[in-house]
């Protein structure tokens, strides 16, 4: 048989459909290439290697029962670490968390399981989400699989480099702030951001709630549609989860026809600050749109500029109030309980011991954001920058059908690059945050690699709220016109990590 | 002038409950105020009459029916505790009456 | 620790007390605020939570519909106006038994708000503003171990259960109540007993003090008579009965009044209130940890209740207090004095009860202002915490009704009620109070009376009946009460021939 690594999400299904492979299998080869590589990749924080084996091995025998399954049954995935996954560790990044089993499932983790998608383990991410490389993890960063001495992207990045690894076909990303699309376009694969709203958030240690979105990443378009189907759609427990249809991504996937669609490329994302590598491969994709029969046009945003400043004080104001709740009283890390201090104490050294720089940066600012006296000027204030970013999105659909951009003003930088300097490490979100902000649906896409560098370049489509099915039509447009000249998706340009047993 | 004081930072430790050494504080003012400077520009937004946004959907009214759900076991609830005894969660002596 | 006080009537001649109430409500929903677990009071620890409540990582909360429905019923029985758009609001602290550290309310945008109400006391109506009615959850409950009898202080930690965290919680917030300075204590207490009423009536809380469910904050300051010169205010936290709520504010009136003539300062804390010892001790001085950094609640969506909601709710009030009192002062033919005694008396409730029983009117007052009242208010107690019900009430009325107890026959049963005798039959037989109907008996006694008497009956005899009345007296006593006077009457007259 060959690799059933290298093959994709449907491929794999479609194998296992025809009962040419079985879960068992097509997990353990999963299993070992995670033994394999990850050593040097590490992207996972736990492999629930007797977890997959026996999920899969139910599917396994539900199939040889006959019982009806869902398309992506048996199908192995890598879970990011800040969704809960009932008994098994859990601990978004974070040392404050660190052994901490939930009793109880996300949603996302509810709904895969109804799907009988096989879930591998746990993926390295950035503390709590913050942070753009994988840098902030307490338990050390993950490697890029296209060059081991850069970062994934972040805050997902073990989730992007897991499947760029071949350690998964399927993994499951959060986005806050581009979150799953900047660690797609540092490792050439697809990551998507559904509408806020599209999927719950019951289960995800929030980060900022009124930003956070799980999502699909995967190695195809296809195989990204397919998960979206999978955990997409209403949830009761999830106050602001959208009680409508899921949109129609799979068939959009699937048929990939751009003649007519109406591109708008967004003006203020691009020039000064973005690698030439970067723009080159951008504009000739939207080229490739154009030929493909897309009605290309520039629009305004003019309100983006400042998205960044406002996402810095939304989310760091719903931060610290999210993260309050880690006090070392009924789950988690517990330091200085020597039977004399306070429990006011025993709160203050635990939360100082447990969370890390950034996380600790970013509970101040929120903290001051928040705090009286500052509130109108800052959280306030950003809310309304807020609406005109909406309204910005609002204007442009008025014109086009989706808006695109690159994912990211550089291709993945070196680990321990912009460590020290928050802010430079915050420009890395230029792109992906206004979609955040308006809660719109985008994706990042591969589109080839910066000529400097070798490394791969993300096309990032924004389409609007609850028409997630655009962004699949552009991107599997993309991805078969980009296979032809390549003879391939973007992936198999990576090079090989070397094996080790 | 800086537009944030390390004894300001000291403050906000304090309401955020966490201990910083002081190396941190030394080190997280300077770094805030960078922060707080590029944050800073939301304010030359003129907005006065725009409404605020929270949500990508304007939803309202999402309410459950007064109904019971299974609730976890005591076992469940108190198996991530620090400490625990009497089947409740064992924390430190409380300074303050709330 | 004990502060001096002043005598109450010296501090209300120099001070004009300032004074706001804060009244917490538990609603009877069956499931929590914000989660689906259920809402019994005295269930073992830790059994009615989930990740939701117990403020899990990922946990999300969804509004309970009851809920906001009773804060729109409480906010219209108020006189409220019902808010068209409002948000919850996250109120930043950190305390153990807050399981997110942080308290989902509701900050600016209350859903009920701008309301008044009507109390009466000594017969004369007060109009209390009402500020708000914001709905929130509750927070679990620490015991402190280790230190004296559950105390804080000197424990040497804590036990969190979280079964009440996340309960539906309704804050009743009044405006500045202003009356005149020596009504203030009584006003306040009176209106906490009119709202606890007024709760019962609509069916959203069981209202149990002792449980907690109704929970009092008095905001007490204290300005020089006749001045507007702003004090420094107090809060005085949990007290938990009506005459607590007298007391407390009273006490706080002579208290502040003494700091302040012996030249000192009033701080601006939180103080408790001890029920044994009648005084209240220093809290929690306010300070900017105080900085509670609201901010709209992100995982939840506005509340807009339609405008029809509302009015459905309107026609499902039962009838406002104050029009319900005149109404039953009207149907019982009572006078505005004997009404007001019913209500200050706390007695509008059982009396209610005991009429709908069969009862007359007053006979029911008589016993409930009468015997239960001395009693309850010996036992320092509220007139519903008694062992005895309008139930038994109706059954010894019945029975005097019927001629088997006279009234004094009666207040000893009601005596050996309340000292839990057992039912009335029970206390007839063991005190052997009935009363004697043989005739026999009784006309021996009025035989030894006329005997013992003879200048009465001289009296009686040349043309004075109304002299009659000293046999009946001396009849009585010689039965020990235990007999009908109507019945020693007539066979008197029968004797005497008149
Ligand atoms: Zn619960």
């Keep these: ?501 | 002038m800086p537009s944030i004081t390390r004894e300001e930072v000291a403050h906000l430790a304090r309401l955020a409950r966490i201990e910083l050494s002081d190396d941190e504080l030394d080190h997280l003012a300077p770094q805030l105020d960078q922060i707080i400077a590029l944050v800073g520009q939301v304010s030359q937004v003129a907005a006065d009459d725009i409404p605020p946004t929270s949500h990508a959907l304007p939803l309202t009214n999402v309410m459950r029916a007064d109904e019971n759900i299974p609730c976890l076991t005591p076992e469940q609830a108190l198996s991530g505790a620090p400490a625990s005894e009497a089947q409740r969660f064992r924390v430190p002596r409380i300074l303050e009456e709330d | 620790m004990t502060a001096e006080v002043l005598e109450i009537e010296d501090a209300l001649a120099q001070y004009d007390p300032v004074m706001g109430l804060e009244v917490h409500v538990e609603l009877n929903t069956k499931s929590k605020m914000f989660c689906g677990c259920p809402t019994e009071f005295g269930a073992p620890p830790n059994t009615q939570t989930c990740p939701v409540c117990l403020g899990l990582p990922g946990a999300l909360p969804v509004v309970n519909a009851r809920g906001v429905e009773s804060a729109i019923k409480i906010g219209l029985a108020l006189n409220c106006e019902i808010a068209e758009w409002c948000r919850f609001a996250r109120k930043n602290y950190f305390y153990p038994d807050m399981p997110k550290n942080f308290q989902t309310s509701q900050y600016d945008e209350p859903i009920a708000f701008n309301g008044w109400t009507e109390v009466v006391v000594d017969g004369e109506t007060f109009r209390i503003e009402i500020e708000r009615a914001h709905m929130e959850e509750d927070t679990g409950k620490s015991t402190h171990v280790g230190g004296a009898t559950g105390r804080i202080q000197g424990a040497s930690h804590s036990l969190v259960d979280y079964n009440r965290a996340g309960i539906p919680l309704i804050e009743i917030v009044t405006k500045t109540i202003e009356v005149p300075p020596a009504k203030a204590a009584a006003v306040a207490r009176a209106f906490v007993s009119q709202l606890r009423d007024l709760l019962l009536a609509l069916e959203v809380s069981d209202v149990r003090m002792d449980q907690g469910s109704l929970r009092c904050d008095a905001n007490v300051s204290l300005k020089p008579s006749g001045t507007s010169v702003l004090g420094t205010r107090t809060e005085t936290k949990n007290v938990n009965s009506f005459r607590s709520v007298e007391r407390a504010i009273t006490y706080e009136i002579t208290r502040q009044a003494a700091v302040l003539n012996a030249g000192g300062k009033i701080l601006q804390e939180t103080r408790h209130w001890h029920e044994d010892t009648g005084i209240t001790t220093s809290g929690r001085e306010k300070s900017d940890a105080d900085d509670y950094r609201y901010f709209p609640e992100p995982d939840l969506v506005p509340v807009a209740p339609s405008r029809e909601w509302v009015e459905e709710l309107r026609a499902t009030l039962p009838e406002a207090p104050a029009l319900r009192r005149a109404r039953l002062q009207t149907e019982w033919g009572f006078t505005d004095l004997e009404m007001r005694d019913v209500i200050n008396g706390n007695a509008l409730e059982p009396i209610v009860a005991t009429i709908e029983l069969g009862v007359s009117a007053s006979a029911a007052k008589k016993w409930w202002l009468g015997e239960l009242a001395r009693s309850a208010n010996e036992q320092g107690v509220e007139l519903d915490a008694l062992p005895v019900g309008p139930a038994q009430v109706a059954e010894v009325q019945k029975l005097v009704d019927e001629g088997t107890l006279n009234d004094k026959l009666a207040r000893q049963v009601f005596e050996g009620l309340l000292a839990g005798e057992g039912t009335p039959a029970e206390v007839i037989e063991k005190r052997g109070l009935a009363l004697v109907s043989d005739d026999g008996p009784l006309i021996e006694a009025i035989e030894r009376a006329i005997a013992a008497n003879p200048d009465v009956v001289e009296k009686v005899n040349s043309g004075k009946p109304a002299a009659a009345g000293a046999l009946i007296g001396a009849v009585m006593k010689d039965m020990r009460g235990q007999a009908d006077a109507a019945k020693v009457r007539e066979l008197l007259n029968a004797k005497l021939g008149i």
């Excluded at chain 1, 404050?96 to 383990?121: F, H, N």
């Excluded at chain 1, 806050?176 to 900047?182: A, K, L, N, P, V």
């Excluded at chain 1, 109406?262 to 003006?267: A, E, P, S």
């Design chain 1, 1 to 501: 048989m060959s690799d059933l690594t290298r093959k994709t999400a449907a491929e794999l299904a479609e194998l296992m459909a025809a009962k040419q492979a079985s879960s068992v299998e097509v997990t353990q080869a999963h299993l070992d290439r995670i033994g394999a590589v990850d050593g040097a990749v590490r992207a996972f924080l736990h492999v629930d290697t007797e977890g997959a084996l026996a999920q899969a091995a139910a599917v396994d025998a539900k199939r040889a029962a006959g019982e009806e399954l869902g398309p992506l049954a048996g199908v192995p995935l890598a879970l990011k670490d800040v969704l809960t996954q009932e008994g098994v560790p859990t601990t978004a990044g974070s040392k404050v968390l660190e052994g901490w089993k939930p009793p109880y499932d996300s949603t996302v983790v509810k709904r895969l399981k109804a799907a009988g998608i096989v879930i591998l383990g746990k993926t390295n991410m950035d503390e709590f989400a913050m942070g753009s490389s994988t840098e902030n993890s307490a338990y050390g960063t993950t490697h890029n699989p296209w060059d081991l001495a850069r970062i994934p992207g972040g805050s997902g990045g073990g989730s992007s480099a897991a499947i760029s690894a071949y350690e998964a076909p399927l993994a499951i990303g959060t986005d806050t702030g581009g979150s799953i699309r900047q660690p797609g376009a540092f490792t050439g694969t697809v990551g998507v951001k559904p509408t806020y709203g599209g999927t719950s958030r019951y289960g995800l240690i929030a980060l900022a709630s009124s930003l956070d979105t799980p999502g699909p990443c995967a190695r195809t378009t296809l195989d990204a549609a397919l998960l979206h189907e999978a955990i997409a759609g209403w949830d009761p427990m999830d106050s602001t989860s959208i009680n409508q249809d899921v949109p129609p991504v799979v068939a959009a996937a699937r048929n990939g026809d751009v003649a007519g669609l109406r591109i708008g490329v967004v003006k203020e994302l691009g020039g000064e600050g973005y690698q030439p590598g970067v723009e080159a491969r951008f504009h000739e994709a939207v080229e490739l749109l154009t030929k493909l029969g897309a009605e290309v046009v520039e629009v305004s945003c003019p309100h983006f500029e400042y998205a960044l400043p406002a996402y810095y004080l939304i989310l760091p104001s719903e931060a610290s109030s999210n993260l309050a709740k880690f006090d070392a009283m009924r789950y988690g890390l517990r330091v200085g309980d020597d039977g004399t201090n306070s429990a006011e104490t025993v709160m203050s050294l635990s939360r100082e011991a447990g969370f890390g720089a950034e996380v600790k940066r970013r509970i101040m600012l929120g903290t001051h954001a928040l705090s009286s006296g500052y509130y109108d000027a800052y959280y306030g204030q950003a809310q309304k920058v807020r609406t005109l970013i909406a309204r910005d999105f609002a204007k442009a659909y008025e014109q086009v059908d989706v808006l695109v951009s690159p994912a990211t003003p550089t291709t993945a930088f070196a680990i321990g690059d912009r460590i020290n300097d928050p802010i430079a490490m915050y420009k890395n979100d230029l792109c992906t945050i206004p979609s955040n902000l308006a809660g719109n649906a985008a994706a990042s896409f591969p589109c080839g690699l910066a000529d400097e560098d070798g490394l791969p370049v993300g096309f990032h489509v924004m389409a609007p709220v609850m028409r997630d099915d655009l962004l699949y039509t552009v991107g599997a447009a993309l991805e078969s016109a980009l296979a032809e000249q390549w003879g391939g998706v973007l992936m198999t340009k990576a090079p090989e990590l070397e094996v080790t047993r």
